[in-house]
């Protein structure tokens, strides 16, 4: 049986047992007294029952304060309202792991806009690798497990190797959602690895993408452009004769926040994809979950093979003018212009802001670059949509694309004119960025 308090510590000879794991030698060396006592992680984050929803699980020990030990397995780094966030996973090795199967041998310590905490001499700044003890109150952040107002109390080494000293664990979700949660919840934090020779199933999207196994049914499909997690009520759905069935949670999603943390740039991102093609290699990070969803964050780059081009998958044909019209709808993804209006805060750098905080990285950064991507958006309208007769665009600024008509030259040259006033959907048709819809249409000489 695996212990689940590791020590009382004054360092006696019961920690002797571990000196035949290296990452303990050090620690069964020193003849100190701590005023602590290591539990292991899985203690503090919780069985996780049958019947359980992964998304709503608490650890038991919440409020409390706690001392755990392991492993930095990644450093994370985000930007929330324009301020960049810290963080970082620790993981249990060797003996402090739990025997049990429904239990997270992994935290996350969240450092806010520090980038160190408290350590045993001054300031510390995690590395991957180092294997420390952690002191923190438990807490939770939505829903995610975590050690608040953490300090470092004893570094017992550093350049440990986490895909080297942690047990190898393949993601291999479940269809049904519901069972899909309480499996991720079980490894909430734990570094786990991505299957080799996944199928891009979806993205990116807010910079991560989908992927499927490719041991899965759907991975298997005879028709090509059928291979990708459709939603349940999809003629082509895992499950085609319900209309809501297993909830699709097959999907493995990846990251970058631990690429952001690993080279200190938020700017980091994993290589552009597409739906339809492979990974070359298996990437592997801890498991983060927010706003719902489990994702692993990866410690390094993906590599993608040449896959099905989607834009093969029954692509748009020219109409027949004299007997048909066309209609589409078409997301510009944050279309803004290089002016600066003066009602709106956030549409220039340089702004105050509004709901949404300064930097923003959708507004262009001169107008030449505001210019081709006009090029090419009119390019996709007139070329690959075939010039359609009605057009609703998405997340367009509203100042300016709304009340500038024929700006670009090969719009003109297409005949586009705006309808008077706004078009709304729904109840609301402009969000906090002053972002609308748009419906235009085409006169036909």
Request: with cysteine; glycine share 8%; aromatic share 8%.
């Amino acid at each position: 049986m695996k212990h689940r308090a590791i020590t009382s510590l004054i360092l006696t000879v019961l920690l002797f047992a571990f000196c035949g794991l290296s990452p303990y030698n050090a620690l069964c060396e020193e003849n100190e007294e701590a005023t602590y006592e290591i539990i292991s992680i899985g203690d503090v984050q919780g069985a996780i029952k049958r019947n359980d929803n992964g998304l709503l699980h608490v650890s038991p020990l919440k409020g409390e304060t706690v001392a755990v030990r392991g492993v930095v397995t990644a450093k994370l780094l985000a930007e929330s309202y324009g301020s960049t966030i810290h963080g970082f996973y620790i993981q249990n090795i060797g003996e402090d792991i739990d025997s049990k199967q429904n239990t997270s041998d992994a935290i996350y310590v969240p450092l806010g806009k520090e980038s160190t905490l408290p350590g045993p001499d001054g300031d510390y700044k995690a590395e991957v690798g180092d294997f420390i003890v952690v002191k923190g109150k438990v807490g939770e952040r939505n829903l995610l497990t975590q050690l608040y107002e953490a300090s470092v109390e004893k570094i017992v080494s550093r350049g440990l190797e986490p895909s080297k000293v942690l047990p190898p664990i393949e993601a291999k979700p479940l269809d049904n959602i519901m069972a899909s949660y309480r499996y991720w919840e079980t490894l909430e934090g734990m570094y786990v690895r991505t299957p080799q020779k996944a199928l891009v199933t979806s993205g990116p999207k807010y910079s991560e993408i989908g992927l499927l196994h490719p041991a899965h049914p759907i991975a298997k499909r005879t028709k090509v452009f059928a291979r990708r997690v459709f939603s349940d009520v999809h003629p082509l759905d895992n499950i085609p004769s319900k209309e809501f069935d297993d909830g699709n949670g097959m999907r493995i999603l990846v990251g970058p926040l631990a690429l952001k943390g690993a080279s200190s740039d938020l700017k980091a991102e994993l290589v552009p994809v597409h739906t339809f093609c492979k990974l070359a290699n298996s990437v592997a990070g801890p498991l983060h979950y927010a706003y719902g969803k489990y994702v692993i964050q990866a410690t390094e780059q993906i590599e993608v093979s040449a896959g099905d081009d989607p834009s093969r998958n029954n692509p748009p044909q020219a109409p027949d003018l004299n007997a048909e019209f066309t209609v589409v709808t078409f997301n510009v993804e944050n279309l803004y212009d290089y002016r600066d209006d003066p009602v709106d805060d956030c549409d220039f750098h340089g702004n105050k802001g509004s709901v949404v905080k300064p930097p923003f990285n959708y507004v262009p950064n001169s107008e030449k670059e505001y210019a081709v991507r006009l090029e090419k958006l009119a390019r996709q309208i007139i070329e690959d949509l075939h010039s359609p007769d009605i057009i609703m665009a998405q997340e367009l600024e509203g100042q300016g694309h709304l009340h500038r008509e024929g700006r670009h030259s090969r719009q003109r040259g297409a005949g586009w004119r705006r309808r008077k006033g706004r078009f709304r959907t729904g109840a609301v048709s402009e969000d906090c960025r002053t972002r609308r819809t748009s419906l235009r249409y085409r006169l036909r000489p």
